[in-house]
């Protein structure tokens, strides 16, 4: 069964500095992997996904991500945290071939709060 | 402008008093969703629909019911709401349900007292 962990409920950084939100996977083929914001008092954002292709993919916002199979790993990252960026980030995977019954899941978030 | 539209964005009621969160897309996609966020649980699937006429069960459906008559439009319906429903609950679409990300309205946060 398809599953995704987000291992930390709160990322704390200063701004300027870097920042890793992390999110492993589970799924039996390949995955299609997303992370998407939340802002207070919104609807998720997309921010960026991994389709097949280059392990590194760029998204909004100057955020990236690193697909890493080996280690079944999807984190989210970028170079300078800035206070805007302090928000719920979800993580979600979905199977490549999972037919009909196919569906994405998503983590249950972690809390990035960037200090200013 | 594309967007997601749910309404009400917050509702207090009680126990048992049918209630509808309705959600329109202007985008004319054709895979649709309902989703419950609850603390530390993430986004849960209630329902979802491929297209016009076709709906299917998500993770946690039972209580809900949903209908797709139009394109645009996919409202859920609590015949008789329980406490246990009280939640964040998210609309979605998308072009497909594969590999296009899906786009999220701002949420109708529901009180079943």
């Known amino acids: 069964a398809q599953s995704v962990a987000q291992p930390e409920d709160q990322v704390n950084v200063a701004e300027g500095n870097p920042l890793t939100v992390k999110c492993t996977y589970s799924?039996?083929?390949?995955?299609?992997l997303f992370w998407y914001v939340q802002y207070p008092n919104r609807g998720l954002q997309f921010l960026l996904k991994?389709?097949?292709?280059?392990?590194l993919v760029k998204g909004s916002y100057g955020f990236e991500a690193e697909f890493n199979k080996s280690q079944t790993s999807f984190h989210l990252k970028k170079p300078s945290a800035l206070v805007s960026d302090s928000a719920l980030y979800f993580c979600a995977v979905r199977e490549e071939y999972g037919g009909a019954t196919n569906k994405l899941i998503f983590g249950t978030g972690t809390l990035l709060a960037v200090q200013p | 402008e594309a967007q997601v539209t749910q309404n009400p964005r917050y509702l207090i009621t009680v126990t048992g008093k049918k209630l509808t969160v309705t959600c329109s897309q202007n985008m004319n996609h054709e895979y649709m969703s309902w989703y419950r966020q609850d603390p530390g649980l993430g986004l849960r699937q209630i329902y979802y629909?491929?297209?016009?006429?076709?709906?299917d069960k998500g993770d946690v459906p039972e209580g809900y019911k949903v209908s797709r008559k139009e394109k645009r439009n996919f409202p859920l319906i609590l015949e008789s709401p329980s406490p246990n429903q009280t939640s964040l609950y998210f609309c979605?679409?998308?072009?497909?349900?594969?590999?296009?990300?899906?786009?999220f309205g701002d949420g109708t946060r529901l009180s079943i007292l």
């Open positions: 979605a679409s998308s072009h497909d349900r594969v590999n296009q990300p899906q786009h």
């Open positions: 629909s491929m297209n016009v006429e076709v709906t």
């Open positions: 991994y389709i097949t292709g280059d392990n």
């Open positions: 799924v039996s083929g390949n995955p299609y």
